[in-house]
């Protein structure tokens, strides 16, 4: 059996998830602003008077952080640039110069000890798979707020959509950062992390954008970051042979096309594009289209949106759903512009006029059957929810 180093660090942070469930839980304020900061201050001085005998990897090419202040920097302008398409929503924090260095102390505190305590663990251990994916876990479970994952499980929706927007990304960039603390520097998940902190406090708006457009935005990020230096990691390595050059080049060509897919799939899933895709989760439009399918509709300017036929088929918004319904009849009321819809399948037209406002776009194609997994999850909480009303 391996001998673990750090053994005592490990067992205390395995103690303080315990200590860390049980009073979030009963008071999460006290533990944010109080217990949480001031442990991790303890966990530091521990570290740092441990340090001379342990070992923190540190790359000395200062490439690697100018890369991730870079990329950190581009992310943050990203995500605010997408609340251009998506609107946006004031930020919950006090706007305050106390309450902002408030705030990011007790959240810089916390995420300077984590990341402390995954360098030093896992590059002491560094031959030992197991034991970083279990202290990889460990560190995602310190980061979990329990007392929101209790209060949201009886709602089996709200539960699914915390655990796509938020846990999975924790997950996902947990993973990435043991990967840039064991290949470069435990300083690139700082410095990443840092920015995302002064971000979050400094910034009075956020994009308003729904669950699943945050957990992929995350996520997929994460998986960029890791593209991106795993292929710098690689590069910068000693001078290969003639063979070892070849393979690099076509590793080159694979990131560069793993790199354009991703950064596109995200752009199309945010809506960034001209053409955006939606889920139809009825039969109403059969047999144009059917329930599980994936339609794809292109967005169109006010001048095309008053032009728009009898006979098209738009996609527009009512009571925030997503409907497409095609056009049967244009009404005039006072001057303003109302579309009579209809879908194919029904008998009679909807009863309510379509707007000008309401309309997102026009149909242009669809693809057949790709949409199923989330008409099987809107099922699903339709028939909790109706389980919770009968009860």
């Not at 080159?252 to 053409?275: A, P």
């Not at 509709?297 to 728009?308: A, F, G, P, V």
Request: proline share 3%.
């Amino acid at each position: 059996m391996r001998y673990v180093k750090n053994t005592n660090l490990l067992l205390i942070i395995i103690i303080y998830i315990f200590i860390t469930i049980k009073l979030i839980i009963e008071n999460s304020v006290f533990y944010i602003n109080v217990v949480n900061p001031i442990f991790w201050s303890a966990i530091l001085v521990y570290i740092i008077c441990d340090i001379k005998k342990g070992y923190i990897r540190i790359s000395k090419n200062n490439l690697y952080y100018i890369y991730m202040i870079i990329i950190s920097i581009l992310q943050i302008i990203v995500t605010f640039y997408i609340g251009f398409f998506k609107g946006f929503v004031k930020s919950p924090y006090n706007r305050d110069i106390i309450s902002i260095l408030k705030n990011i102390f007790i959240q810089a505190i916390p995420i300077v000890g984590i990341e402390f305590t995954r360098a030093l663990i896992t590059n002491r251990n560094k031959d030992n798979k197991v034991l970083i994916a279990f202290v990889t876990l460990i560190l995602i479970l310190l980061e979990i707020k329990y007392n929101v994952f209790v209060n949201l499980y009886s709602n089996k929706k709200l539960f699914f959509e915390y655990n796509c927007s938020i846990i999975l990304p924790l997950i996902a960039c947990n993973i990435l950062y043991t990967y840039l603390t064991l290949k470069v520097s435990f300083l690139l998940p700082l410095i990443h992390r840092i920015f995302s902190v002064v971000y979050v406090s400094l910034s009075p708006i956020f994009p308003d954008v729904d669950w699943f457009i945050l957990g992929t935005i995350n996520i997929l990020s994460d998986i960029l970051i890791y593209i991106l230096f795993k292929y710098k990691y690689t590069i910068m390595q000693k001078k290969k042979s003639k063979n070892r050059n070849r393979q690099n080049t076509h590793n080159k060509v694979s990131y560069v096309v793993t790199l354009t897919f991703c950064i596109t799939l995200v752009c199309f899933m945010l809506g960034v594009f001209k053409y955006e895709p939606i889920t139809i989760l009825s039969n109403s439009m059969f047999p144009s289209f059917c329930r599980g399918d994936v339609v794809i509709y292109r967005k169109i300017s006010n001048d095309e949106l008053r032009n728009i036929h009898v006979g098209s088929i738009i996609i527009y918004n009512i009571k925030e759903q997503n409907i497409a319904h095609r056009v049967v009849d244009i009404v005039k009321e006072n001057g303003t512009i109302l579309y009579k819809t209809k879908g194919d399948y029904n008998n009679v037209s909807d009863t309510n006029l379509v707007r000008i406002e309401q309309i997102k776009g026009i149909c242009e194609f669809h693809i057949k059957y790709i949409g199923y997994p989330s008409v099987w999850l809107h099922d699903y909480f339709n028939s909790e929810n109706a389980k919770v009303e009968i009860k």
